[in-house]
Nanobody, 120 residues
Framework: QVQLVESGGGLVQAGGSLSLSCAASGSISSIMTMGWYRQVPGKQRELVAT???????NYADSAKGRFTISRDNAKNTVHLRMNTLKPEDTAVYSCYAVLRPTEGYWNNYWGQGTQVTISS
């Protein structure tokens, strides 16, 4: 069984910082892209940032200049450092990975999500 487990969500004041982490575990053969999405109730899930195996990154316009995504391939982890947070960053943040389990095919896997709340 493959699992993605996030940590690091919470409540911070506007202008503050928060770091999220996600660890992929289980019988994993290989991981390609990893990333973070977020969702507000009643709205579609939206991309925050992604990172490839070799460190290529892609950010939503709302995240550029404030958020930094990184990963540790040896540990199958992905991290999101969020600075200068705004109330509109409030959402459930979920990590995802395109990976291949040792017995199976390439597919998208998602974590359960972690709540990030920014107070004004």
């Amino acid at each position: 069984q493959v699992q993605l487990v996030e940590s690091g969500g919470g409540l911070v004041q506007a202008g503050g910082s928060l770091s999220l982490s996600c660890a992929a575990s289980g019988s994993i053969s290989s991981i390609m892209t990893m990333g973070w999405y977020r969702q507000v109730p009643g709205k579609q899930r939206e991309l925050v940032a992604t990172i490839t195996t070799v460190g290529g990154t892609n950010y939503a316009d709302s995240a550029k200049g404030r958020f930094t995504i990184s990963r540790d391939n040896a540990k199958n982890t992905v991290h999101l450092r969020m600075n200068t947070l705004k109330p509109e960053d409030t959402a459930v943040y979920s990590c995802y990975a395109v990976l291949r389990p040792t017995e199976g095919y390439w597919n998208n896997y998602w974590g359960q999500g972690t709540q990030v709340t920014i107070s004004s």
